[in-house]
């Protein structure tokens, strides 16, 4: 992803700016995926790992970037729970 659009993107629900997700934040979220724990926001089951991931820290949000393309709808986030 490129500098330019990680410097704009913004969760949509909180306003607050997102980051890339680490290394070990994409383990958590695969672990959750690999487990079948792993819930969107709507309820419903995320079956397919996240190889990219944009992650706003303060809420626990997690968004998958598929095929490149960040998937910036709420509902289909994922909270991570300290």
């Known amino acids: 992803m490129s500098p330019e659009l990680l410097e704009i993107l913004v969760c949509p629900r909180s306003k607050k700016k997102l980051q890339l997700a680490d290394t070990a934040t994409l383990e958590r979220v695969n672990g ?3 487990s079948g724990k792993c819930k969107d926001i709507s309820g419903a089951a995320v079956t397919e790992p996240a ?4 992650w706003q820290q303060e809420t626990g949000i997690f968004y998958f970037v598929r095929n490149d393309i960040p998937v910036l709808i709420y509902d289909n986030a994922v909270e ?3």
């Open 51 to 54: 190889t990219e991931g944009l």
């Open 80 to 82: 991570l729970k300290a």
């Open 32 to 34: 959750l995926v690999k």
